[in-house]
């Protein structure tokens, strides 16, 4: 059963940031695209970013030059660091993947950007 858990949510003062980390197991990690996405008070889910099995990233356009997502195969896991955090970063982030066929999701880390 593949499972993914989310950590290094929390409170942070704009302009400050965080890394966010999405540890997988189940699956062969390496072989799989990993994504974040976040969920904003009162709105749907979106896509953050990107990174596929060949290390190519995508960003969303309000994250651009300020996130950066990465990923350790040897530790299964994926990172989002978040630099300049902003009021409206506030969300709970997700990671998904694809693994034959199925989204599998994390269960998601608060992160609140508040002075």
């Known amino acids: 059963q593949v499972q993914l858990v989310e950590s290094g949510g929390g409170l942070v003062q704009p302009g400050g940031s965080l890394r966010l980390s999405c540890t997988a197991s189940?699956?062969?990690?390496?072989?799989?695209?990993i994504d974040w996405y976040r969920k904003a008070p009162g709105k749907g889910r979106r896509l953050v970013a990107s990174?596929?099995?060949?290390?190519?990233?995508n960003y969303a356009d309000d994250v651009k030059g300020r996130f950066t997502i990465s990923r350790d195969n040897a530790k299964n896991a994926a990172y989002l660091q978040m630099n300049s955090l902003k009021p409206e970063d506030t969300a709970v982030y997700y990671c998904r993947t694809i693994d034959r066929g199925k989204v599998y999701w994390g269960q998601g880390t608060q992160v609140t950007v508040s002075s």
């Open positions: 990174i596929t099995n060949g290390e190519i990233t």
């Open positions: 189940g699956m062969f990690f390496s072989r799989n695209a």
